[in-house]
Each structure stands twice: as C-alpha cells, then as structure tokens.
C-alpha cells in the first residue's frame, strides 16, 4: 500500500493538470450544456493486459433504470471470461478534488462501481468528472495498471433533457458501459440501452 499512495498522488496531479489544460477548448461555449457537450468526446479506454481485456466507458447515467446506472471498468479475461480485481478506484470532480474512492471491488458484482454519489449520499449535478483505476489482472504477468481519463455523468437519460441536439450527441459521441464488445473494445453500433437514444 505505501507504494500505491505516491503513485496515486502522481496519477491525481496529472489528471488535475491535463483537465485544466484541456479547459480551453471550451472557451467560446458557456453553461452546463458546453460542458455535457464536450465531456462526450472522450475515447473509451480500450486496452490490453496480459490475458486482460479493459474497457473503461465514456458515460453513465445514475438513474435507477437499472442499464448504465454505475461507473467502473469492464474487465474480462480472455482465457476463462473472469473478471480482474480494480484495487482502487478514485473519482475527481472538475477541479480535481476526491468525491468517490472504492478499494479492492470486483468489476462484474452489479453492486460495485461509482453510482453518481458523494460519499455523504448528495449528488453529483450532470458533467465531467475525473477518474484513476488501478486493475490487477489476476494472471500470470502479476503486474497491476493505472488506468485514468475523463467521463461524463449524465442525469437528463430517458427523455428528461430539454435539448433535443444534446441528447442526439450523448447517443452519438458517448460510449456506455451497455456498448461494450465483450472483447475489450466499445462498438457505438450496439444498443446503449438508453430510452433516449431509440
């Protein structure tokens, strides 16, 4: 544990300064809808390790639907289909301050994972949000890896958003836990399992 600390402090200061650094391509664009609009141009994380699969979506929306209702990774191993364990997961808001960490959770239990709340239970308002996992891949190469990017939350799913336009992009440029390809790879062809996007 006391190696992992410094290095998820390193990890927390990167992530802080690449997000204000990527501020200024919003410049010209105001207001929360600027900011939902942006954070769904983010990549999934698409990646390999060892016998490991990992796929980190773009987007979820904590809605109690019960279809993307969690943030974690999708973690499958590709010789026997079970799952890596994510040692820690943090979650950072905007500025960079913690709002959520999860330590030594299993990704496939339906209860783990970020739901969209403060750890005193008050929620996160809709918009972009920092993460960091650190995921063992429980094979032989024994070596864990962090894993950190940009995500969106998104509360206005199944029909609540006023913009038309937004709602169409969230269908468009965001990748959900749902679109996961079994393979380690997000394919924006299959259902997202959001009402909206039908």
């Known amino acids: 544990m006391n190696r992992i600390f410094p290095l998820f402090l390193t990890t927390l200061l990167g992530l802080t300064l690449s997000y204000c650094n990527n501020d200024d391509e919003s410049a010209g664009s105001s207001g929360q809808n600027a900011e939902l609009d942006r954070c769904c141009n983010t990549e999934p994380v698409e990646e ?48 960079g301050e913690p709002i959520y960490r999860e330590a ?38 024994g070596v864990a890896k962090w894993f950190e990017g940009r995500a969106c939350l998104l509360r206005c799913a199944n029909d609540n958003c006023d913009d038309t336009q937004l709602r169409s992009r969230f269908c468009m440029d965001c990748f959900w836990e749902t679109q996961h390809d079994g393979e380690g790879k997000g394919d924006i062809r299959l259902d997202s399992g959001e009402g909206f996007c039908e």
């Open 48 to 95: 390999t390790i060892g016998e490991v699969f990992v796929y980190i979506p773009s987007a979820f929306s904590p809605n109690g639907d019960g279809v993307n209702d969690r943030f974690r990774p999708v973690v499958v191993n590709s010789l026997d289909l079970s799952s890596a364990n994510v040692l820690e997961m943090l979650i950072m808001d905007v500025n």
């Open 104 to 141: 030594n959770f299993d990704p496939s239990n339906a209860g783990s994972g970020w739901d969209g709340l403060f750890l005193d239970g008050t929620r996160y308002e809709e918009g972009s949000f920092s993460y960091a996992a650190l995921i063992d891949p429980k094979d032989v190469s």
